[in-house]
């Protein structure tokens, strides 16, 4: 993680981005991390289901590249799904599991706002 990256511009080819913050059934991959930014991307493979996780502090934002994103979380009855070309907003502390009901892998380009550890693994949601 290099939060002393050159300025002003710097362009991150896929060769640059490292594996990071592991949960199970998602391939997480940072471009870069500074102290209240974090981008990369997630990519779910085929009937893959992550395990429960929220980001803290982080506000995520998700962009669907390919495939389908499928997101269950704590306070919602059943879930959502976003395909290409759709923005995901995914709130500070929202315990939450992605899934890809698909049989292609999915790719969604991820950026964090707020500082902080950007994935905590947990059991599940509250009740």
């Known amino acids: ?10 362009v991150f080819t896929p060769a640059d981005l490292e594996s990071a913050d592991p949960t199970l059934g ?7 991390e500074l102290p209240l930014l974090w981008a990369g991307q997630v990519e779910t493979e085929p009937g893959a289901v992550s395990g429960w996780h ?9 962009y669907v ?18 395909g290409p070309g759709d923005f995901v907003h995914v709130p ?3 315990v ?12 969604a380009v991820i950026a964090r706002v ?3 550890v950007p994935t905590v693994n947990v059991d599940g949601p509250r009740g």
């Open 54 to 62: 929220h980001h803290e502090r982080n506000e995520s934002s998700l």
């Open 114 to 116: 707020g500082g902080g």
């Open 65 to 82: 590249v390919r495939g389908v994103l499928r997101l269950e979380f704590e306070g919602h009855e059943g879930y959502l799904d976003a």
């Open 92 to 94: 500070a502390w929202t």
């Open 26 to 32: 998602m391939q997480r991959a940072r471009a870069f």
């Open 96 to 107: 939450h599991r992605e899934s890809n009901p698909t049989g292609e892998p999915s790719l």
């Open 1 to 10: 993680m290099s939060t002393d990256l050159p300025r002003p511009v710097r």
